[in-house]
């Protein structure tokens, strides 16, 4: 047995498709220049379009979130100073295509790795993704096309490429174990879209699988069994077949209210990143929409900030699949690790605490007021709240609050209809503003609190960095308190409090933040119906009191043992 991460759950038993890269070997090689510059332009023009087909594929599982990572594969292949490069190393050194790309490539994925901003950092595997398949395009080499699948399978992998997983077919994809990768990874975040198990950083798992083999994936408790007997397969089988009559029993939840034992009442809204993904905020019983983030909007458009009409589709469009219930757009949060092609941020020495989000917004009010008017025309389509991302001060607050009654009045004064019920409220993903939550509670209609952001921000630890990940901890007691402060400072005005960061799905998390007082959980669309169920199952006292408790501890070690002893997890 092997052991690994459950990143998506579920129970497999199929035969192993092991999926290996094929093996180039690139030697250096005196050529003809102007035969190899003509060679790379057409590898690179094969590579575009192998993308382009790949993205095309893809449109059709996968949300504008994940698709965007097609289209920073399409940039990289776009662009001029990759393929400059790699064309000046042909002509200085009179070499081939395939020498000249593999040099350059290697050469830049270093430059990436060893970069100290996160965001790039992370632009190394896309890098290497993308001067592969360049590579066996000059090579010949054909990739390993999984559409060709036509048999059940468990994927073996060392990872999996967004490439490789948006290609991934569930009728015959059963599920995949990878040797390296986290519950973060690209491959994990897309399984859990497809809803197909997934065990990732399994060690030994490439040395050990064979084509072809017998296998048990175990995505609940992260582990694979190789060449399982008959008695385990068949316990297996019947575990897997409860875990698919539990999901299915979730579905008569769809319909139902989110309410206690003791009958007190929250909302269940789902996140999205496009229109296409109000669909399964839907099907999952979502009772709204707690995070739209339209910087994919932005992200998604190649030339310039998306227009006004642009925009007003898309919200529009949400807001009519909705039908009444209430929907949370963010206004644009870009910069940190969100980057546009066409707009170039300053380089800072910590991004992340840097120019972004409102700050660019305030500062760039013509980008501003052009998403504000989409918003308020799209605004009598349906039950619209606006919220503006990371607010550190009151200041901040009130000019953004007067931008949007400045163009609300413009509006209404060109003969325009605007909704006279929108709710304008923020983020709380700064320890400031959690502080004085009480006073942003005056002028805020809505507080949704982003604890991806307000958890690293606090324990001075980036949640990308591995050697700190430790202290990404939902359950720590300094942020119950942060957590406790602006559901606190909300309800001291009448004001209502949800929670859009990944804390809110989190199912050790959910019964102390039911405790503590949340209004509202935003979390992905296919964990709705799963807290929908572990929400009807608790009292709401006992939470409280149990919320009460967890206040006063001093580890998120001593709280989550607090948690399992009550809840029973």
């Known amino acids: 047995?092997?052991?690994?991460?459950?990143?998506?759950?579920?129970?497999?038993?199929?035969?192993?498709?092991?999926?290996?890269?094929?093996?180039?070997?690139?030697?250096?090689?005196?050529?003809?220049?102007?035969?190899?510059?003509?060679?790379?332009?057409?590898?690179?023009?094969?590579?575009?379009?192998?993308?382009?087909?790949?993205?095309?594929?893809?449109?059709?599982?996968?949300?504008?979130e994940e698709l965007a990572i097609f289209d920073a594969?399409?940039?990289?292949?776009?662009?001029?100073?990759?393929?400059?490069?790699?064309?000046?190393?042909?002509?200085?050194?009179?070499?081939?295509?395939?020498?000249?790309?593999?040099?350059?490539?290697?050469?830049?994925?270093?430059?990436?790795?060893n970069?100290?901003?996160?965001?790039?950092?992370?632009?190394?595997?896309?890098?290497?993704?993308?001067?592969?398949?360049?590579?066996?395009?000059?090579?010949?080499?054909?990739?390993?096309?999984?559409?060709?699948?036509?048999?059940?399978?468990?994927?073996?992998?060392?990872?999996?490429?967004?490439?490789?997983?948006?290609?991934?077919?569930?009728?015959?994809?059963?599920?995949?174990?990878?040797?390296?990768?986290?519950?973060?990874?690209?491959?994990?975040?897309?399984?859990?879209?497809?809803?197909?198990?997934?065990?990732?950083?399994?060690?030994?798992?490439?040395?050990?699988?064979?084509?072809g083999q017998e296998i048990i994936l175990d995505a609940l408790n992260g582990e694979v069994i190789l060449d399982p007997s008959e008695e385990q397969k068949k316990t297996y089988a019947k575990r897997a077949e409860e875990f698919a009559q539990e999901r299915a029993a979730l579905k008569v939840l769809v319909n139902e209210k989110s309410i206690s034992t003791d009958g007190h009442v929250v909302d269940l809204a789902g996140n999205i990143g496009s229109p296409k993904d109000v669909d399964a905020v839907l099907s999952n019983g979502g009772e709204g929409v707690g995070l739209f983030r339209t910087e994919f909007l932005y992200m998604n458009s190649e030339t310039d900030f998306p227009s006004e009409d642009e925009q007003f589709a898309a919200y529009k469009t949400v807001l009519e699949k909705m039908n009444g219930k209430r929907v949370v757009i963010r206004t644009l949060d870009i910069g940190g690790d969100k980057k546009l092609k066409y707009f170039t941020f300053p380089e800072e020495m910590n991004p992340f605490l840097g120019?972004?989000?409102?700050?660019?917004?305030?500062?760039?009010?013509?980008?501003?007021?052009?998403?504000?008017?989409?918003?308020l025309r799209a605004s009598v389509y349906g039950k619209l709240a606006i919220m503006f991302p990371m607010i550190a001060t009151l200041k901040e607050f009130r000019e953004a609050k007067g931008v949007y009654e400045e163009e609300k009045a413009k509006l209404m004064s060109e003969g325009?209809?605007?909704a006279d019920n929108i709710e304008v409220g923020m983020m709380v993903e700064i320890p400031a503003s959690a502080v004085l939550a009480d006073q942003f509670a005056k002028e805020a209609d809505f507080f949704s609190i982003g604890t991806n952001d307000l958890i690293q921000y606090t324990m001075a630890a980036d949640r990308m960095s591995e050697k700190v990940s430790y202290l990404y901890q939902p359950l720590n007691p300094s942020i119950l308190r942060l957590v406790k402060l602006a559901i606190d400072g909300a309800h001291s005005q009448g004001k209502w409090c949800g929670m859009c960061g990944e804390m809110a799905g989190d199912e050790l998390a959910a019964p102390v933040l039911l405790g503590l007082g949340l209004d509202e959980f935003s979390m992905s669309a296919t964990?709705?119906?799963?807290?929908?169920?572990?929400?009807?199952?608790?009292?709401y006292e006992k939470m409280k009191e149990m919320a009460e408790k967890a206040l006063k501890l001093?580890?998120?070690?001593?709280?989550?043992?607090?948690?399992?002893?009550?809840v029973g997890k």
């Open 1 to 64: 047995m092997l052991k690994g991460i459950a990143a998506s759950s579920g129970i497999a038993i199929a035969k192993v498709y092991k999926l290996e890269e094929p093996k180039l070997t690139i030697v250096k090689k005196e050529a003809d220049v102007d035969c190899e510059l003509e060679k790379l332009n057409a590898g690179f023009e094969k590579t575009k379009a192998d993308i382009e087909l790949i993205k095309s594929r893809a449109a059709a599982n996968l949300s504008a």
């Open 73 to 113: 594969h399409l940039m990289m292949a776009n662009d001029p100073e990759l393929k400059g490069q790699m064309k000046e190393t042909i002509k200085n050194e009179h070499c081939n295509a395939e020498y000249a790309a593999d040099s350059v490539g290697n050469m830049m994925v270093t430059m990436f790795e």
């Open 115 to 211: 970069m100290e901003d996160a965001y790039f950092k992370e632009r190394a595997a896309d890098v290497r993704d993308v001067t592969f398949r360049l590579k066996c395009n000059l090579c010949g080499v054909t990739i390993p096309d999984l559409t060709t699948i036509d048999e059940q399978v468990v994927i073996v992998a060392n990872d999996l490429t967004p490439s490789d997983t948006s290609q991934l077919n569930k009728k015959y994809t059963l599920g995949f174990a990878t040797e390296i990768g986290g519950r973060t990874s690209h491959s994990a975040i897309m399984a859990r879209s497809l809803e197909i198990p997934a065990v990732v950083g399994c060690k030994g798992i490439m040395e050990t699988a064979t084509m």
């Open 355 to 375: 120019y972004r989000a409102v700050r660019f917004c305030l500062d760039r009010k013509d980008v501003f007021r052009v998403q504000l008017r989409a918003l």
């Open 416 to 418: 325009v209809a605007v």
């Open 527 to 539: 964990s709705i119906l799963r807290a929908r169920k572990m929400i009807r199952g608790l009292s």
């Open 554 to 566: 001093d580890t998120c070690e001593e709280v989550t043992e607090l948690v399992k002893s009550v």
